[in-house]
């Protein structure tokens, strides 16, 4: 659709998926991996007795002809696992091929060769994951077994980010009649599977130029790895970006990495080499769900203002995650949510782990689906009301004098808390089953009709674009636009999703009378060396990716080309977001208002559980959201909706729990247009985990539930000593 | 293995092994609308119709499909069926992703052959039998709806009298 021919172009934009391309000499190929954690790899090679076919070849690190690695902000990635190896499941080699089902079979033929001197897993853990090891033997006789060191399974903190206000320790230590501290532990685990085409690359040569067709994310990044890893100079590297599953922070640089190995096996081998993943690599690899720990601490006083605040984020960032610090500081801004208390101590840490690097969907959610969670435990033991407790301690805006270090901006923050708790009857059911909770346990618990449990909780949080805290991009956003004829406009950006497609197209008919047939996609990303000579730095095109702000731009291009009285074509208009606007975040303090634009949501969940099934039944969802001008309405409430549906998918494991009535409302606003993609993430999981607790009248605090979860959790409830009232 | 079959309305002999995976068969021969899923046959993305019966294809073996009539996609658009489902999908504001086109049209078209006026039940069981989340569930069911009454119009049927 946006392919053009003309002769300089390094970059295309491709509507097809890359495992649909195809050529009639095309060889497949399959990633060998480390089935081990850990340990060092001395060799790797073909067993002995196995016949390698003809055209099937076998590349590992010995193979690449340039750099044995790729760079991610600073961080270096083996192509192939060379020596120490980081986790189950690292790539050790490419194994190519023209028939898909011997290349499965080679597979299996593949021999390790650890290094013996090493303390290693027993024997039998070895050959119950691969049949093949070749185990050094010492001293020409079989080794014994040793048992597994514990000092190799501690993690190493390899990004920390502290934050202190105030004096939070002093608040937390004094014990008065007239606060309480109050702790909880929280857990998000959740694993969204967008369950589309997996992540893989197609390379071919052609005309001296290697052609890679990949869902890629960062172009640059993808060429520079290839450049480097191949020895091909950059301009002879044509990537088309092909049709892509969403946002994964994981394939930003993994696909780069995946690229840089097909490309080695298109070099030896000279044919066409397609790699995709199987969905099992997919999940495991690429989708490994997160394990982020959450502790919060928090002194309130009896009036609900919240004193004092610490908490403790433990993010495992796997092995070898080059976003460790960037997920780390984004975890830390938005740690306290909408709270702004004046003496804080936010400690998040990311810890090296033997695990692939973790897929994180929405950024926020974790830190989100905790503190809110935390607000809703201080309510029920403290008998606050939840929106009072909100109202008491929401976020100041910049004006004010604090020493909170971050400012939101969250509008109509309390009149959309207001609207979803009158929406959904709030404030009366609240009321209603916190009765029910405290009353059960003086229930004859053998009486004939059992009475449904049922919870309603309340949760806030906010979405923020244009994140100016990254660590790995000095971002300008920008945004350019050409009008090569009077009714046709060229947008230099990659495409949008289709309803995004629809509001752009909307806005220029309305400006401009240019019909949505005349719109085009145009994006060609400057090359590193272009870059480097004007100061920037990389991951550009995806930082400034957020949509929000490239609606915002799109609309300032739009009132130029209007205003002009006299129009010459071709005409070209480039609109930045002003330098005073990014002043507002001190990087080197961490201090400030770290995002351009922010939207707030809130949302209450009313369910029920049966005490027959013991299964949850969601009653309702209510969401308001303020998120400045809604361009157009409907599409905004499908978005909201389709996320309400992604978000029940994860919440309890291996189920689709379903919503009949689910409400969606936005605030009337004339402010411009802020992101809504992902505040369903943020709001919705506290939510549901706080009701349910509610319901069972004991502390879900953690995510996914699994199904027989709420059996357990209702038994223990029944017969312990109800721990959310005091 | 030579298996001659009936391909999207015309007389084929595919070149394939036994055991081959119809999808993989497809796939070789450029039918693309067929996707690799989840390879145990749950997902769907590589349903075609067999004997105009909705079949996920990474679980068929070649050796099965001898003399049977297969119809993916790429054919089924164009008939009178896909095209009142297709349109259908469109009325609603379907936006599909591409990956559970197969999926959705061939359920819808199974669901409409068997039933003259879809159920909420049925609708609600169609919908949960989707794993994508590209498109909301109301939206989806709308399209069916929408589906259902360009067939009907289509074929002049009112309550199912002629």
Known sequence: MHRKTTKNRHTFISDEFYSDISTGDMLYAVLVRSPFPYGTLTDVSFDKEAKIPDGYHFFSAKDIPGKKYIRTLGQKTSVFCNGKIGYKGECIGILVGPDKKVLHELKKKVMFSLDSTEIIRQEHEFSKSYDSLAVVPKNGKPHKAVLFDEQETQSEIIAERIITAGTPDQILKKRTEDSVVIEGNWKDMRQYHPNKETAGVFCQMKGGNIHIYAPVLWISHLRTSVAEVTGIPEEKIIITRTKNAGENLNLLWQVSLLAARTCIATCRTGKPVLLQLSRREQEQIIERPPEIAIRHRTAVHKTGKIMAMDVLIEFNAGFGNPFAMDIVNRLAVASCGIYSPEHVRIRARATQTHNPPPYIHSIDSQVFYAVENQIQKIAEMTGLSPIELRRINKCRLPTTKTAFPFFFDIGKAEDAVSAVAKKSDFTRKYAVYRLAEKGRYEYNSNAPFSPPLRGIALACGFEGSGYLGTESAKMSPSLQITLPEENKIVIHSVPPSQSILEIWAKMITDELSIEKKNISFDFEPETELAKKAQGKDAAQEFYSDDISIKTILLKKCLATVKRKKEKAFPMTVRKNIPPSKKSQWNHELFRGTPFLNTSFGACTVELELDACTYREKLLGICIVIDAGKILSIKPAENTVKLAVEQCLSTVVDEEIVRCASVSVQFMQSEKEPKQIGHIVYSILPAAFSSALSQALATTVSKLPIQTDTLYELSEGGLHHENPRHS | ?162
């Open chain 2, 1 to 162: 293995m030579k298996i001659p079959v009936i391909l999207n309305n015309e007389k084929t002999i595919i070149d394939a092994a036994p055991d081959e995976r119809l999808l993989d068969v497809l796939r070789r021969y450029k039918i693309l609308s067929v996707k690799e899923g989840c390879g145990k046959g749950t997902c769907g993305f590589c349903t075609v119709l067999l004997d105009k019966r909705p079949v996920p294809s990474c679980i068929i073996p070649a050796g099965l499909v001898r003399d049977a009539s297969i119809e993916t996609l790429e054919s089924f658009s164009k008939t009178k069926p896909g095209i009142d489902i297709l349109k259908g999908f469109d009325q609603a504001g379907m936006t599909l992703c591409g990956y559970c086109n197969a999926q959705r049209v061939f359920s819808t078209y199974a669901l409409l052959e068997r039933t003259y006026r879809p159920s909420a039940e049925e609708l609600d069981v169609l919908a949960d039998s989707i794993p994508c989340t590209c498109t909301d569930r109301k939206t989806f069911i709308n399209g069916v709806l929408y589906a259902t009454a360009n067939k009907h119009e289509r074929e002049g049927r009112k309550n199912g009298l002629v």
